[in-house]
């Protein structure tokens, strides 16, 4: 058949034709288009984290052309009046000419550091996901290290990204970081030294932490997240168990056209989040910390809130000095600081082979489980969101104790108390509220939905009338098995109700004619 | 007649005794009513008490005098001794509404004034009267106006920011003492507390920063709390710092992505 020369559809044809000649790429391409992700909001919440990186890379390009990351001392005479005549670094200045000559500058600056608190925030979060649905299980448990590997370099490159400034707050955690390090036995004081180039702060450390925070930590993270992304797509995603679904197959979208638009409309709209806070909200005021002097170091001198639960730790943990006369001195900073942060790195990046180890489960899996049917898991989990967030409030207390008009030092005992108490009451509530819920699932499976009828026996016996899942035996029980997923807890979700109106702001929906009393004689269960 | 002789000879030691005695106490006297009648007479001229005081000691005498006892020297365990703190640290507390004290704590809460500032004078001028004390200069307002706001900056992100914080909304001391927020308060209130260092305050005296100083002190505080229109935004999160940009980012960009998943999901 002859096609009408010049149709949008031939020409697109032909393209499409000449291009898979020349690159064979319609095989590739298929596969790709056709490839099925499952739809759970839970599942978008990586994508909060890749979207933002994208946005980290293109304001930090925007940065670099501005920024001088030189520690040469210069007279600072910008559009800022209260720093006029005051002398600075080279790297202070510029940073300050960003935020207040540089056109759209200032809301780069301050985009690229909610941008950041946006990624660091969404990984947590995405992280939480993983582990409370067991999606780390076989054969995903390296792409689970490599998450908790983003993360740490994430820590690191957003730290980094603090210190360029040299405004007072940078510095001030340098000098942190820099205690830290001397606290390493034996190596310590040498590492510190050639971070700084001898004494502290030295006149390198800005361009050499430069070169890292633009370069090398950019690319390790675009490596790992290719190869993050990567191995979701190579080993599928997870999905939950439910009707149709098994351990061997996705039920989904296909990537074209449906998750590709559902992403784009998602990447634009995390854009424009971070766009509008970096507009609407103050963030690191540079200009107010002054340049960093030595002995300048303001109240409310916090890291960023990743950072917070290990400044956190280290202000809980009692001054206990370890010495070994004549010579050796082990800090006590050492303890919360060096042995806390390695011990955050070391229990994620292990926790996937302990609990193979504990469990003695080897399968493979697919399905995702619910927090409530793993209770040990789940309070663990719940144990260490806990523990972080103490330390976070403690990582903050000053502010705190001045917000809510406490003493400092309660704020102290209480953290330091809480931090050890809270955890394992947490453990110890969250597996009961798992295994309440575990219970209730499987005596409605039993004995069927509460409808809220009261019925009176001629005895005068009250009770309620329950609506059986499937076809009961002759003592009213029904024998059904959990799924795994969602038992129907109410009514409407089994259609004895007439089911909500589907639309976001208003009904989408004709009400039905009927009064939709076919619907209400369909009875399903729980598995189908 | 050698005996009448004799007798007449002690008679004229002891007159000579006497005498001697006599010019030494005249003398004696003489030289202090020569050095210190001055100092007499001049604060004779200076402590007739003068009308505001008076009306100062009535309010005194109802308000303060419970704890500072009845003139001035202090009650123990109640409140110090206010003998030469002057009237500059009067009038702050005053009106400040520190004092009268709402109740005994880590240290003296704001609260509403008591007294109107003419009243806090006369208390002042009272307190003044009892030993004298820091004031301050009465060209305060020729002093901000020729300030250096960049020198001030150096000076208090040096000597205040370790407690007011880098943007002057105060921070938390040990024991549950706390700075305070340096927003709303006045230049004079701003010298008064440098002055004569307030609560846990220290005191920065006139040798440690010049009024100078203190002046330029002043316009940048001013500058940066009062006056400053926040570039960067709508909302400055109370200026506390990364820990309220930390919870902004869970509470607004979390939030309001998390909705956008349940949106998004919700609509296949």
Known sequence: MKRRKGSSDSLLTKAGGELDDRFKLAGPARVLLNKVFPDHWSFLLGEIALFSFILLLLSGTFLALFFEPSMAHVTYEGAYVPLQGIEMTKAYESALDISFEVRGGLFMRQMHHWATLLFMASILVHMLRIFFTGAFRAPRETNWMIGILLFWVGFFEGFFGYSLPDDGLSGTGLRIMEGMTQSVPFIGPWASAALFGGQFPGTSVISMIYIIHVFIFPLILLALITVHVGLVFAQKHTQWPGPGRTEHNVVGFRMFPNYVMKQVGFMLFIWGVIGAMAGLFQINPIWLFGPYEVSVVSSASQPDFYVMYLDGLIRLFPAWELRIPPYFTLPAVFWPAIAGMGLSVLLPLVYPALERRFTKDRGHHNLLQRPRDTPARTSLGVMVVVFWIIGVISGGNDVFAQAFHISLNAMTWAGRIGIVVLPIIAYYVTYRICLGLQQHDREVLAHGLETGILMRDPNGRFYEVHQPLAEPDEHGHTELEYSGWVVPKKMNRVGALEPTDKGFFKSIEEPAENGGAERRDEIESGRK | ?268
């Not at chain 2, 004092?99 to 003419?118: H, I, S």
């Not at chain 2, 020729?142 to 407690?163: Q, W």
């Not at chain 2, 927003?183 to 920063?209: C, I, K, R, W």
């Open chain 2, 1 to 268: 007649m050698a005996a009448s002789a004799k007798r007449r000879r002690g008679w004229r030691k002891r007159l000579g005794a006497l005498a001697r005695f006599t010019g030494a106490l005249v003398i004696v006297g003489g030289l202090y009513s020569v050095f210190s009648p001055g100092l007499y007479a001049q604060e004779s001229a200076e402590n007739t008490i003068d009308a505001d005081a008076v009306k100062g000691q009535e309010l005194y005498d109802t308000s303060c005098i419970s704890c500072h006892g009845d003139s001035g020297e202090g009650i123990e365990g109640r409140g110090p001794s206010l003998i030469g703190v002057g009237s500059a640290s009067v009038e702050f507390q005053v009106n400040t509404g520190r004092m009268p004290l709402a109740n005994q704590g880590a240290q003296a809460p704001e609260t509403y004034p008591q007294f109107t500032e003419e009243e806090a004078e006369w208390l002042g001028a009272y307190i003044e009267y009892l030993g004298g004390g820091a004031a301050v200069p009465d060209d305060l307002e020729a002093l901000v106006e020729n300030a250096t706001v960049s020198e001030g900056g150096d000076l208090y992100r040096v000597n205040c920011s370790s407690c007011h914080g880098f943007a002057g909304g105060g921070g938390a001391l040990s024991s549950g003492a706390h700075a305070p927020s340096l927003s709303g308060v006045t230049d004079e209130e701003l010298y008064q507390a440098m002055l004569t260092g307030p609560q846990n305050m220290p005191v920065f005296a006139d040798n440690e920063l010049t009024p100078e100083q203190k002046a330029d002190i002043i316009a940048y505080v001013q500058y940066i709390v009062n006056d400053d229109r926040d570039p960067g935004g709508v909302f400055s999160l109370g200026r506390f710092g990364p820990s309220t940009e930390g919870l902004a980012i869970f509470l607004v960009g979390m939030t309001a992505l998390l909705l956008t998943t349940l949106w998004i999901a919700g609509k296949s």
